[in-house]
């Protein structure tokens, strides 16, 4: 151990230690470096009086600006809601017919229509609604449960098979599962089912055995679907004379439909979407299905 | 003053014990008084439990690395809060040992996605993303779907997560690979005491769409259908906020 000397070319004293030889300078910090931290530390005493910072017990430091990021969040939803309003209004106070009508009301729902319908409906229904296996499409004319604005919005609301208290509920019974009808009838029925739409795809001999799966059908199937197959909007239950599928039209498919039945959900949206969104979003998708004539 | 350090340098252990003190600063003004102040988790009266079923989803959640691309946490920020609703509160995850809020987003927050979209849709997107959303880049979880559900193990973990404060009943405990069972077969013996042990609103679905069997996928849609749906408490502040919008 060596004693603190001043070196000769800095002009700086040493540490006094020395190892082999080697000394070590004791160069004192630099002062812009100094300067620096003694600003971020007033800068940070600054900032303790502005904002939250010290906890004590129970409590904390609110700041003398009061800034609280739920109070801003607040007031920027706010903001934003009051921009909407300029458009919300006439979406929820007018008619939905007359909206209809309305070219601008409606050229307003073809652009944010598709955005809302992008984040929210198509990852079911597809981005151009076509729907796919399980998901029904809504540009055609077919509706479970009807077409019209009010049937839309308020399948929107409640959904269908849903949590919701208002919920619209269908169940397709699993015939085959549940042990109403064995294996044989189930089959008589898939061709029966078949034959409302595509009578010409059946062998000859499938056709002969058609009114043992009417029957079936008139005792176990009519009740929800209609005599004649063609759907009942009342309860949900689907048309099935047209080329329409949700689930699949082929033999397999509809067997399996029927073995194992269908309880297709489609969820409410009344928490997740105000009133005029749902407005639009009917109106978007009433616009992409067939104009009336 | 600033001459002193080179006697705290010439002390080794003086020097340890000056670096624990100084880094330990950071962490005890952050975190200790978390548990001291009162409006750190809200409280709430209607947060439940996660049923046996969803502990074993949330399981799988956490093996196959969901966390890495999804986050469970709506910041305060407009526009989270616009595309995926109210923001999270802490009491939210109080049942969540570990949180899975997450801090990357490849894939859409999931704090508030329970009963958004369908079993069906859940089941679909994960044997196959680009199935439903064509230009997904989440990777297949097929094999979810094959996997029969390793449950025997569930009072376990239920047993573990009433050690660090998840009040499960002895009842819950053991009753718990049972329960997975109950969850997800509807109106069987078991799903009857499922319902009575975790109450009427809990969802008993045959989540995958087959009842008859106890998948991995049934655990992980079960839980995803619960997400955000603990307690109400986010949605009716919100409600009250924005003045019942």
Known sequence: MSKPERDPYTGLMTTGHEW???????????????????????????????????????????????????????????????????????????DMSELEADDGAMTFVRSHGARLFEDNCSACHGLD?????????????????????????????VGINTSHDETRYAEMLAFGDQGILDSTE????????????????????????????????LDNCSSCHGDDGGGILDVGAPNLTDDFWIYGGDAESIAATLRHGRIGVMPYWEDRLSEADRRLLTLYIRDLGPKPQ | MLDKHAKLERNAIAFVFAIIFVASIGGIVEIAPLFTIDETVEEVEDMRVYTPLEVAGRNIYIREGCYACHSQMIRTLQDEVERYGPYSLAVESQYDHPMLWGSKRTGPDLARLGEKYSDDWHVAHLINPRDVVPSSVMPSYAWLQRNSLKNEDMDLHLAALRKVGVPYTDEMIENAAQDTYGQARPDSEPADAFLERYGEDSNVRAFDGDPGRLTEMDALVAYLQILGRLTDVAHQQASNSTGGE
């Not at chain 1, 009061?66 to 706010?78: A, F, K, P, Y």
């Not at chain 1, 729907?131 to 399948?155: H, K």
């Open chain 1, 20 to 94: 082999n030889g080697i000394k070590e300078l004791m160069t004192p910090v630099p002062r812009p470096v100094k300067f620096f931290l003694a600003t971020t530390i007033l800068l940070s005493v600054l900032l303790w009086i502005l904002y939250p910072t010290w906890p004590y017990g129970p409590n904390y430091t609110k700041g003398v600006l009061g800034v609280d990021q739920r109070t801003i969040v607040e007031e920027n939803l706010s903001r934003s809601a009051a921009l909407r309003m300029v458009w919300e209004e006439k979406f929820t106070a007018t």
């Open chain 1, 129 to 157: 609604a076509s729907g796919g296996p399980g998901f029904p499409s809504l540009t055609d004319d077919q509706w479970l449960w009807g077409g019209d604005a009010d049937t839309i919005l308020e399948t929107l609301r």
């Open chain 1, 186 to 217: 189930r089959r008589a029925l898939t061709t029966y089912v078949i034959s409302l739409s595509r009578p010409d795809e059946l062998t000859e001999q499938q056709t002969e055995g058609l009114p043992v799966g009417q029957e079936l059908f």
